[in-house]
DNA sequence: TAGAATT
């Protein structure tokens, strides 16, 4: 059991924990991706964590259903909790998904796609929020300050800004070793800093979420479709779904390749010659649920003539993505977005 | 003094 301190305790180093942690801890080596030789399941099995908060419960209100060869499932609780997981059918699958989202921009975020862990409760809760900490301190000392504790497989991303941050640890118990070695200590000299557990979600807001909310106390977890479905499905580096998959799966004939299913059509002017599918997919997905997009290209080339359409399903997201995204600029672009004049359908 | 990594 660990013994959260708050702030005011911390001006007493001495009740941050046991005395005489002089030893330094031995780093111990983890493996969080698994390599060659780990079992098959696990190589289908990926986490995608820093999603945008639009990707959430909001964003996904017309689930018409997972494809065949993937689902995702963003944690809810309440509200988004910016991560997800995905399961693949064919680990090849999985790995390209990876090899292509991974580090994908979607708004403000830079998602990471990685591949899960089984699920431990020594994974759980290894996070820490750092406060106090001397203002010309950034990420890189921070890191090395809290290394110590654990080699973190996984790339570490605290986020330090004014004095404060978070830092990742593999394991809970390499977590509870840093609060109990860092915690009150004043590394640096200055101040002591502070060194807790973050916040859970719902510990921060009290209950005021939770009470207008009353089926929000258990996770839940949300099938995101298809927007992000279609994403990792068509992002990694193939034109437009595969044939096999779309065959596969009923609730997916007529809506890849080229044809349409019911929705709000939207014209997307301006694009480069290389753009391709997964740009339109990585600008429309965020808004909501995307069920078609289309680069026109030149016959002989194959480049982009300039054009494209995407098809959302539901109109106020439809409008929020032409709001948002008319006028945008990508490359040395600026992006003409609006509804599909011409033809312009509704289901 | 706050973002969101284990279903």
Redesign the pocket.
């Known amino acids: 059991m660990v013994t959260i301190l708050?702030?005011v305790e911390a001006q007493a180093p001495s009740a941050a924990g046991p005395s005489g942690c002089g030893p330094v801890p031995v780093p111990v080596p983890v493996v969080?991706v698994p390599g060659p030789g780990v079992a098959a399941a696990l190589k289908t099995?990926l986490?995608v964590?820093?999603l945008p908060q639009s990707m959430s419960r909001r964003s996904c209100g017309a689930s018409s259903g997972a494809s065949g060869t993937s689902s995702l499932?963003v944690?809810d609780k309440g509200?988004s909790?910016?991560?997800g997981?995905v399961?693949y059918v064919e680990a090849g699958d999985a790995d390209r998904a990876i090899g292509a989202l991974n580090g994908l921009k979607l708004q403000t975020?830079t998602i990471?796609v990685?591949y899960?862990?089984?699920?431990s409760a020594s994974?759980?809760?290894?996070?820490l929020?750092v406060?106090g900490l001397p203002k010309a301190m950034g990420q890189k000392e921070m890191e090395q300050l809290f290394s110590q504790y654990g080699l973190r497989s996984?790339?570490p991303?605290p986020?330090v800004s004014?004095?404060?941050g978070?830092i990742?640890f593999d394991k809970r118990v390499e977590a509870e070793e840093a609060v109990r070695g860092l915690h009150g200590q004043k590394p640096w000299g200055g101040r002591p800093i502070?060194v807790?557990f973050?916040?859970?979600?719902g510990?921060?807001s009290g209950g005021a979420l939770l009470s207008l909310c009353p089926g929000a106390r258990r996770?839940g977890?949300l099938i995101l479709s298809p927007q992000l479905d279609n994403l990792l499905n068509v992002a990694y580096g193939v034109r437009g779904f595969s044939p096999l998959a779309i065959e596969a799966v009923p609730a997916l004939a007529g809506v890849g390749l080229g044809t349409p299913g019911p929705g709000w059509c939207i014209f997307v002017y301006n694009l480069a010659p290389e753009a391709d599918e997964s740009v339109l997919w990585q600008l429309f997905g965020p808004f909501g649920a995307v069920t078609n997009v289309k680069v026109i290209r030149d016959f002989a080339t194959n480049k982009c003539k300039g054009f494209g359409f995407v098809t959302m399903t539901n109109y106020e997201e439809a409008a929020m993505a032409i709001a948002s995204l008319n006028g945008y600029r990508l490359g040395d672009r600026v992006l003409q977005v609006s509804f599909k004049t011409t033809k312009q359908h509704k289901a």
């Not at 994974?123 to 996070?127: S, T």
């Open positions: 708050s702030t969080a099995n986490i964590n820093y499932q944690m509200q909790l910016g991560y997981f399961n975020k990471k990685s899960a862990r089984p699920s994974i759980r809760d290894a996070n929020y406060s996984s790339v991303v986020c004014r004095g404060v978070f990742r502070t807790k973050a916040n859970t979600p510990q921060k996770y977890a």
